[in-house]
């Protein structure tokens, strides 16, 4: 822990064991820096504040999360959190394995609710973002990021992890994302043009 001059580290320094250093969280660390990179991206920006406009527009009424769990048949939607990172790839995962379930569900609350306001918001979510190439190439290319990294996220967290191993980890997913960018785009392409076609 951090606070070598007065706090908990101090004290450990002080009481416990002399030798006691500070060790920054690896996951932490992955995950402070995955907040970082999406925050310096526009594009990134507008993509997630999509998903939580989608997640948002039926959460805040049980009829319209009553559409959604009708439309759907597995993952439900799940808000972004700005602390905990896996709650990307879990928002991400949910939208990118149901996009024509979501759509159809976003048709329907734009046709039945009672607010103008949502209608059309559920409208547009369901006309133009979801049917915006460059969105549905973006949710198959943060998919992939976010679940590898989220994957070595885990693994960071085991209890019996050591600081070598935690090393090579990150290597792995660094060379794993050196890897994705010679052919893992075109392989995203290839999948948004069947999500695409999938929903006409």
């Known amino acids: ?14 009481i416990n064991n002399p030798r006691a250093f500070y060790s920054a969280c690896a996951c932490h660390s ?11 991206c526009t594009k990134a920006n507008s993509f997630f504040g999509i998903i939580q406009r989608i997640y948002t527009i039926f959460a805040k009424s049980t009829k319209r999360w009553q559409i959604l769990k009708d439309n759907i048949s597995g993952l439900t ?20 394995f149901q996009m024509d379930d979501i759509r159809e569900a976003l048709l329907h609350v734009s046709k039945t609710d009672n607010e103008d306001n949502i209608c059309s918001e559920a409208y547009s979510l369901a006309t133009n973002e979801l049917g915006d190439y460059e969105f549905l190439v ?4 943060w998919y992939e990021i976010l679940f590898a990294i989220n994957l070595v996220s885990k693994q960071l967290q ?5 600081i070598d191993v935690a090393i090579e980890k990150v290597e792995g997913l ?11 785009f075109s392989n995203a392409l290839e999948s948004a043009k069947e999500i695409a076609q999938k929903m006409d």
Do not use: P
């Open 77 to 96: 939607l799940k808000s972004l959190s700005s602390i905990r990172w896996e709650s990307h790839v879990n928002s991400v995962k949910a939208i990118r």
């Open 174 to 184: 660094v060379s794993h994302f050196k890897k994705y960018r010679e052919i893992g």
């Open 158 to 162: 085991e209890k019996d992890m050591l």
């Open 1 to 14: 822990m951090k606070g070598k001059n007065q706090r908990v580290q101090k004290k450990l320094l002080d």
């Open 30 to 40: 992955l995950n402070l820096t995955s907040c970082d990179m999406a925050k310096s």
């Open 138 to 141: 973006g949710i198959v290319l």
